[in-house]
Nanobody
Framework: QVQLVESGGGLVQAGGSLRLSCAAS????????MGWYRQAPGKQREFVAR???????NYEDSGKGRFTISRANAKNTVYLQMNSLKAEDTAVYYC???????????WGQGTQVTVSS
């Protein structure tokens, strides 16, 4: 069992920056990656970024060059640094961690990001 807790969301002006955090606890040996999805009201949940245990990363196309995912040395905390934010980045951001055994995901509770235009 793994628990994920997000923090760092809030209100920011367009062009500004925000840093999200996701702290993982529990049976951490059962996961090999962590990352972020986001979902705006009335829209499909959208992949944002992912980082593996080995440190490789991948991003959604719209976030490349603006978003950076990273992890602490202990590998139980993952960050999403978001720069040059746009109004269309407004969404609830969810931390996720794929399970090694079953292939489904653990999920955090979400944190709201609102970008004013």
């Amino acid at each position: 069992q793994v628990q994920l807790v997000e923090s760092g969301g809030g209100l920011v002006q367009a062009g500004g920056s925000l840093r999200l955090s996701c702290a993982a606890s529990g049976s951490l040996f059962s996961i090999n990656a962590m990352g972020w999805y986001r979902q705006a009201p009335g829209k499909q949940r959208e992949f944002v970024a992912r980082i593996t245990r080995g440190g490789s990363t991948n991003y959604e196309d719209s976030g490349k060059g603006r978003f950076t995912i990273s992890r602490a040395n202990a590998k139980n905390t993952v960050y999403l640094q978001m720069n040059s934010l746009k109004a269309e980045d407004t969404a609830v951001y969810y931390c996720f961690a794929p399970r090694i055994d079953l292939g489904d995901n653990y999920w955090g509770q979400g944190t709201q990001v609102t970008v004013s235009s």
